[in-house]
């Protein structure tokens, strides 16, 4: 069984790549709209309200605090996922590691939009359109896979 200091330290590690490559999406379909930074800026909403929801335009305030939150959100469903998988035989073989790191990923989108409060949820979702939100989950996936996979080489 992983201990939680390194389920921790794998979290760290498994939830920044799933961070950067989620939020990278979020960023290049916000530009690709022609809104550059809304999706991220849309997650700041927890804190700042609707007032984020409506920001297209990158800033410290919003795009910062927008991603931060996500990077930390990241970072929580990575810990839970080496908590959960990471001392596995298996986890070590990239098609297991894919199915562990999708499965983390659908319990995170279920939380996500089925039992949080509305004013907790992503916020990107005001933003994207359903496909786009996969993709966002799909890249979120993706980087636990290979943050775990990294750590497990160690």
Known sequence: MTTWKEALF????AGTAASVLSGAYLAWRGWRRGETAAPVNAVSHWFFGDRSLREDKPSWKYTLTGYLTHHGAAIFWGVLHAKAWGARREAKK???????????????????????????????????????????????????MLGSMAMRKR
């Open 10 to 13: 794998e979290g760290a590690v």
């Open 94 to 144: 990239p098609l297991p590691a894919a199915a562990g790191a999708v499965a983390a990923a659908s319990v995170a989108c279920l939380v996500d939009y089925q039992l949080t409060p509305k004013r907790l949820t992503p916020g990107f979702e005001h933003r994207l359109g359903k496909p786009e939100m996969a993709n966002v989950y799909a890249f979120f996936a993706l980087g636990l």
